[in-house]
């Protein structure tokens, strides 16, 4: 029997849609940077009875009985998030992402307090004090930005650090495609007192992997997805460095008592032990290669799509992640250039650009990644093959202009979507896509 027992029974809507999602993670190309794919043993353990227990509390302080073993697993994804990390103290608690931001906050922020993060548009995440974001409705949100050259600009950085008296700083991003400059923000928070709070939610596998510079040393509090490049179930940590403990030794048990129970109920035992199988994995020289091997792909297709024409955002990438510039296509094209590629069998998604002239949902921008085709296995070669079909594709794609009326877009995209879905060129892609994703199988041993 497979994975999914007698689902096929006893739920076959929901058994039918798990099957299609599989095969459709199986025939394209997935190039959301934030996707990954978890190893069977991430999966298996996220997918165990370990759901069904209550665990408020810590190892050790649980306001339930019958948490001998999830107090096992819980304190082995503490200990290896520790040794992965460098760090004295991480809570493996947080449900996710946005959860643990916010988490940090409460640990230290009031409400009305000075916050600073890059701005969304420039490639800052909502977390970090956008305006739509309780964050920067809570807070005292000041932005930073990126320069012209799409480089952070740490000197307007410093000059509002300095103006504004922030109690954090955030330093990390969602769509930044050049090493974060932990180093310069951490004389800037000192500088101001501020705590700096690095987000490496995007980076963390790869910094896990000795590929992006730590900022063990140089923030006080550490916090990041665990379902990116670190390639584990969808979940988060907060850590907190050993200069975060130098600042304030009660640092560790302000973020704990933030989470719980200050944000949070019980923690998912069955994710806190996937993060734990995660971390062993991504402490391999396995997976140090594959962290490698992601950056390269990234600078292997980077170099690629440039040769054929098209723009990326700071014209590279030190990462996992691409941002390509479309404004020379014309006006809010990152929508239609994400429907053109998905018709082509390339997932990625639209996103602004800095100084984006467009808007957050019809940007000028596409962020492309190559975690998840790493993880099939794909190389430097593979990513010609893809540079050559994306490109072709957003030639494609480069004649169409969205409405400036907002009324008229919706009968547009209609109209654009058929006219893609029959353009022989992109049908040709897909092809191509298709035979690319057979020769690289995804989950082989996976039956459902
Ligand atoms: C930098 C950064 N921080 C936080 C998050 C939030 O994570 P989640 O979506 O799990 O809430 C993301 C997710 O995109 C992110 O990129």
């Not at 969304?120 to 739509?132: E, M, S």
């Not at 140090?288 to 440039?306: F, I, S, W």
């Amino acid at each position: 029997m497979g994975m999914l027992g007698d689902m096929k029974v006893a739920d076959p809507e929901i058994y039918k849609a798990i099957r299609k999602e599989l095969k459709r993670q199986r025939e394209y190309l997935e190039m959301i940077p934030s996707e990954n794919f978890a190893s069977m043993n991430v999966l298996r353990a996220s997918g165990t009875m370990l759901n069904n227990k209550y665990s408020e509390g810590y190892p050790g302080k649980r306001y339930y009985g019958g948490n001998e073993f999830v107090d096992v697993i819980e304190r082995l994804a503490i200990e290896r998030a520790r040794k992965l990390f460098g760090v004295p103290h991480a809570n493996v608690q947080p449900y996710s992402g946005s959860p643990a931001n916010f988490a940090v906050y409460s640990a230290l922020c009031s409400p009305g307090d000075a916050i600073m993060g890059l701005n969304l548009t420039d490639g800052g995440h909502l977390t970090h004090g956008w305006k739509a974001s309780i964050t920067g409705r809570f807070f005292r949100s000041v932005p930073y930005h990126v320069k012209e050259d799409g480089y952070i600009d740490i000197q307007e950085a410093r000059r509002l650090a300095i103006e504004n008296r922030p109690r954090l700083i955030w330093i990390g991003s969602t769509a930044y495609t050049r090493e974060l400059p932990f180093e310069e923000f951490a004389t800037i928070a000192d500088e101001c007192g501020a705590y700096l709070v690095a987000d490496i939610s995007h980076v963390a596998g790869l910094v896990a992997a000795g590929v992006h510079k730590s900022p063990a040393q140089h923030a006080h509090i550490i916090t990041t997805t665990t379902h990116k490049t670190l390639r584990g179930p969808r979940g988060a940590m907060i850590m907190v460095t050993e200069k975060g403990q130098r600042k304030d030794p009660e640092l560790p048990d302000r973020i704990d008592k933030a989470v719980f129970p200050g944000l949070q109920g019980g923690p998912h035992d069955h994710t806190t032990a996937a993060i734990a199988v995660a971390l062993l994995e991504a402490s391999t020289p396995e997976f140090a290669d594959y962290a490698r091997q992601v950056v390269k792909n990234a600078k292997m297709l980077g170099e690629e799509l440039m040769r054929k024409g098209v723009k990326l955002v700071t014209n590279g990438t030190d990462n996992h992640m691409l941002l390509i510039n479309l404004t020379p296509f014309g006006k809010s094209r990152g929508v239609l250039a994400q429907e053109a590629l998905e018709a082509a069998g390339i997932v990625a998604n639209k996103n602004t650009i800095p100084k984006e002239p467009g808007s957050p949902f019809y940007p000028s921008g596409i962020r492309i990644g190559t975690p998840a085709i790493t993880t099939r296995g794909m190389r430097e070669g593979e990513m010609r093959e893809i540079a050559g079909i994306m490109a072709e594709v957003l030639n494609q794609a480069k004649d169409y202009e969205l409405p400036e009326d907002a009324a008229k877009r919706e009968a547009y995209m209609r109209r654009y979507r058929k006219e893609i879905k029959a353009n022989k060129a992109i049908k040709d892609a897909r092809i191509k896509t298709l035979e690319l994703c057979s020769r690289f199988p995804l989950y082989p041993e996976m039956r459902l």
